[in-house]
């Protein structure tokens, strides 16, 4: 499991970020293809990356703690 220090707020960040359309795309295939599974960290990460691929995810990851 992932510990990080962010919670809501580190969502918050990334929405204003990458914009709420990205965001709300992001989310949404997060859901959709994780619906009837297991969703871990790497999921949301990855369907962060597809929703918004010039985004430093990385810098992201670093500067909410999860890591």
Known sequence: ???YRGGACALRVLERDI???AFNLALREY??????GI?????FLAAVARAAPRY???EWQ??????
């Open 62 to 67: 670093r500067s909410v703690g999860l890591n």
């Open 19 to 21: 914009g709420a359309p």
């Open 31 to 36: 859901i959709q293809q994780n619906l009837d």
């Open 1 to 3: 499991s992932t510990i």
């Open 56 to 58: 430093d995810l990385a």
């Open 39 to 43: 969703a871990d960290t790497a999921d």
